[in-house]
């Protein structure tokens, strides 16, 4: 079946702006994650979903980031009054349950630049 | 807080060798460990998964194993093939299940 899917792939936005990223997950998954990738830095772990629940929100770097997830399945993850430092690769994941035994599965990423 | 650490940073080996990647992890208390690799301006790919209850994992040219009370894992690649190049990370999964990464190894297979 289908990957993972996030959209849009490339975001330039300027500083200052909301921009809004979308996650799809795999058919199915109840679990659903968002990290980000900074240039020349590792993964960071934001926010990780159990169906619409989030149970951890403190990863979220700032105020100005939220996210949420409906039905069970797609996720959007919303940056407020974008800053520069903001910018990133930010990836999403899904697995079939949130427990540990499962491995997760990772979408190709949006790539947000701020100008 | 859990550390992860990934040793060396960056490895270039001939064609055909065989090679381990390192992984180390603070608090031995994890859900799991999994391998992924990275290539260039794409998503990661999961490799292998291993349970906090078990010590390794196979598939294909790869196994990993997991030392837990030594908070150790490894990755071995046999015979590398210029294919294998790319970026490898480890994450751990963490009681609070929050999942940490490395920051990877980037492997280079000269042909």
């Known amino acids: 079946g289908a990957g993972v899917s996030q959209s849009p792939s490339n975001k330039v936005t300027e500083k200052g702006k909301d921009v809004e990223l979308r996650c799809d997950p795999i058919?199915?998954?109840?679990?659903l994650y968002w990290y980000r990738q900074s240039l020349g830095q590792g993964l960071e772990f934001l926010i990780y979903?159990?169906?619409?629940?989030?149970?951890?929100k403190s990863g979220l770097p700032s105020d100005r980031f939220s996210a949420e997830r409906t039905g069970g399945s797609v996720s959007t993850l919303t940056i407020q009054r974008t800053q520069q430092e903001d910018s990133a690769v930010y990836l999403c994941?899904?697995?079939?349950?949130?427990?540990?035994?499962?491995?997760?599965?990772f979408g190709p990423g949006t790539r947000l630049t701020v100008t | 807080k859990q550390e992860v650490t990934q040793i060396p940073a960056a490895l270039s080996v001939p064609e055909g060798e065989n090679l381990v990647l390192n992984c180390s992890f603070t608090?031995?208390?994890?859900?799991?460990l999994q391998w992924f690799r990275q290539d260039p301006g794409k998503g990661l790919t999961s490799l292998l998964l291993?349970?906090?209850?078990?010590r390794e994992q196979t598939s294909g040219r790869l196994n990993a194993s997991l030392d837990k009370s030594s908070g150790r894992s490894t990755l071995y690649i046999a015979a590398s093939q210029p294919g294998d190049s790319a970026t490898y990370l480890c994450?751990?999964?963490?009681?609070?299940?929050?999942?940490?990464f490395g920051k990877g190894t980037r492997l280079h297979i000269l042909p």
């Open positions: 608090d031995s208390a994890i859900y799991n």
């Open positions: 058919s199915g998954h109840t679990a």
């Open positions: 994450a751990v999964r963490a009681r609070d299940d929050k999942i940490i």
């Open positions: 291993i349970q906090s209850s078990q």
């Open positions: 979903f159990q169906g619409n629940s989030a149970p951890d």
């Open positions: 994941a899904s697995s079939r349950s949130g427990g540990g035994g499962y491995e997760q599965y």
